[in-house]
């Protein structure tokens, strides 16, 4: 998920893909160890930004 967002991907291309879907098998089978594919979308897209962040600065 972390290349499609480098990629410039939205979350609607990636809610298309593979990934997306054994992400959301994985919450759904075992969510004590495996976080939602929709938490992990809006925290892998916050560390994106701040890390464009630190390179502009």
């Known amino acids: 998920m972390r290349l499609l967002l ?3 991907c939205t979350q609607k291309q990636i809610e298309r893909t593979v ?3 054994r992400l959301a098998i994985l919450h ?11 938490y992990l ?4 897209r916050r560390e ?9 600065s």
């Open 48 to 56: 994106y930004q701040q890390q464009q962040l630190r390179a502009i």
């Open 6 to 8: 480098r990629e410039g």
């Open 41 to 44: 979308f809006w925290l892998f």
């Open 28 to 38: 759904h089978s075992l969510p004590k160890n495996y976080k939602s594919p929709e």
């Open 19 to 21: 990934c997306w879907d």
